[in-house]
């Protein structure tokens, strides 16, 4: 039986291919940034907390009903959606 053909690859230049792997260099977060990132998140957690141990004690959580949930996930995620930007 013949043998096929063998096609050579193309070659690719040096300069496409290193460009993108080449990336730039960034800064690392500031200690600021994580500390806030971590408050937002402990501060979430403590608010649900809080509402679940003492909402008969402190008049405006418990009025607040359900909207604590809210509240409290919501800066669970703030903090969350922080991480993304943490280098």
Known sequence: MPKSKVRKKPEVTGGSRSATRQQAYVEPSSPLYVTVMLGFML??????????????????????GAW????????MI?????TMRWR
């Open 43 to 64: 501060l979430g957690l403590v608010w649900l907390l809080v509402y679940y141990l003492a909402q008969n004690h402190i008049a405006f959580i418990g009025a607040l």
């Open 68 to 75: 604590n949930f809210l509240i409290g996930f919501g800066l």
């Open 78 to 82: 703030v903090g969350l959606l922080m």
